[in-house]
């Protein structure tokens, strides 16, 4: 029994800890863990994209890149308007958004916190028209925008 009692406290206290890192994503209202801040998981992120860029082939296709900053252009905008619609603006503070095509012949795109957003050349045969790469852009932009970065991180 008194280990019991000695566990209790310890117990309270480690699930005092867990639910105050419990935090609402406002565009959701889904609960997440949230035990990393978000700027930290910015910095980190930025970090991890740079050394990506530094080791990885950007691509030379003028055409496609355009189409890939273009898009991505256009769904920065519709976050940001949506956004400052709801009043929810400053959930964008620290995004500098930025839209790279890289070579690689994976069907893959990604965006880290912060709105570093990379397609894979691998994916743009799949994708016949703006609208079917804009879907898949922003899929990934919605998994930074509701901080799954940061979930994952503390989980």
Known sequence: MENISR?????ALILAVLLASCATVPLTGRKQLSLVSESEVMALSLS????FLKSN???TNKVETARVKK????IAAAVASYLEQKGM????DGYKWEFNLVED????????PGGKVVVYTGILPLMKNDAQLATVMSHEIAHAIARHGSER???
């Open 7 to 11: 566990f209790i406290p310890k117990t």
């Open 48 to 51: 991890q994209y740079d050394q």
């Open 57 to 59: 082939k950007i691509s």
């Open 71 to 74: 898009v991505g252009a256009n």
């Open 89 to 92: 603006s400053s959930y964008l």
């Open 105 to 112: 012949k994976s069907v893959n795109a990604w965006c880290m």
């Open 153 to 155: 991180m503390s989980q």
